[in-house]
């Protein structure tokens, strides 16, 4: 394909899935791809690309930017920058979701809850990085211990209407608990609102430390998952919002990032002294230090062009 305007990448690495998305100088996507393929994959992260590139109908030469984030944001070949998670979906799901105050992601080893200001930009943040309690790997422990697969467990849930308590939240041990209520003969519907219901009051304690703003919108994802949008908008009292593609959040603000760099017609800069003047960073970090536990693949292409804002 040949192109009159300038396309950008961004690149989501994350703990068990990469995602990439190429976009265009209005911020339109025109290609993106996540992949599963194990913890911080490369040959998964290299695929994403590959992926989003050939749907645009381009090459690596033909892109004016590349950006890059989440925990191996490092290893990303190609990029000129690399910013954090946080910087990344707040700047993403902003220009998904025009409006948004409260950013709520969910990922596979870690949660995280950001406010924005009017425009999209970081107030304050806290995360959930010390242990997979309320974090996808949690909803993997229950699919696994009541024999029903991820991607129905949150229909199952929906079912349930008996609160069972769940007094831990470690995923270390929570399959230990699961297993004891299943041998009560609790009804796995009951377990899975249950896990359900305690994952959100742990994230409702995340979003303590930031404060409550409205709207909320939640990603990641466990953001596919009706119940957990369904209980998470209980525990708040409030709509939660979902992106229509709340996976690629992140890697689409740091697309958009590379953009903002190429608009100012300065080089998107590498990690050095200094180079964060080009961008705000968050202004202040909490994390999640202490725990109430008992201790401390596939693939999916998106070629169509989505008109976002930002």
């Known amino acids: ?17 990469a995602k990439a998305v190429v976009i265009d100088e209005s911020g339109t996507i025109l290609a993106a791809s996540t992949v599963a393929m194990g913890a911080v994959s490369r040959a998964g992260m290299r695929r994403a690309v590959d992926e989003a590139l050939s749907a645009a109908g381009l090459s690596a030469a033909d892109l004016a930017g590349t950006v890059s984030t989440g925990y191996g944001r490092r290893l990303v070949p190609g990029a000129q920058r690399s910013f954090t998670e946080i910087t990344c979906h707040a700047r993403g799901t902003s220009a998904m979701v025009p409006g948004c105050r409260l ?3 969910i990922g596979g080893q870690d949660s995280k809850a950001i406010t924005v200001d009017d425009h999209g930009m970081v107030q304050e943040f806290a995360m959930n990085d010390r242990c997979a309690s309320g974090t996808g790997r949690f909803y993997e422990v229950l699919a696994q211990a009541i ?6 467990v949150g229909e199952l849930a929906l079912q349930g209407s008996n609160d069972l308590e769940i007094s831990t939240m470690c995923a270390t041990f929570a399959e230990t608990e699961i297993v004891s209520l299943l041998a009560r003969d609790a009804p796995i519907a009951d377990i899975a609102a249950s896990v359900h219901r305690a994952i959100a009051s742990r994230t409702l304690a995340l979003v303590a430390q930031v404060g409550r703003h409205t709207p909320v919108v939640l990603t990641g994802g466990v953001a596919r998952n009706p119940a957990a949008v369904e209980f998470l908008a209980r525990a708040l009292d409030t709509g939660v919002l979902v992106p229509e593609h709340p996976q690629i959040t992140g890697a689409y603000g740091a697309a958009l990032l590379a953009r903002d760099a190429g608009r100012r017609g300065r080089q998107v800069m590498d990690d050095v002294a200094g180079a964060d003047d080009l961008f705000p960073r968050p202004p202040e970090t909490h994390s999640c230090g202490s725990c109430d536990g008992t201790s401390s693949t ?13």
């Not at 596939?298 to 930002?310: C, D, N």
């Open 103 to 105: 950013v709520i992601d």
């Open 1 to 17: 394909m040949t192109t009159t305007t300038q396309a950008y990448l961004g690149v989501d690495l994350g703990s068990t899935t």
């Open 147 to 152: 024999e029903v697969p991820l991607e129905e």
């Open 298 to 310: 596939g693939a999916v292409a998106l070629g169509l062009p989505v008109r976002l804002g930002g």
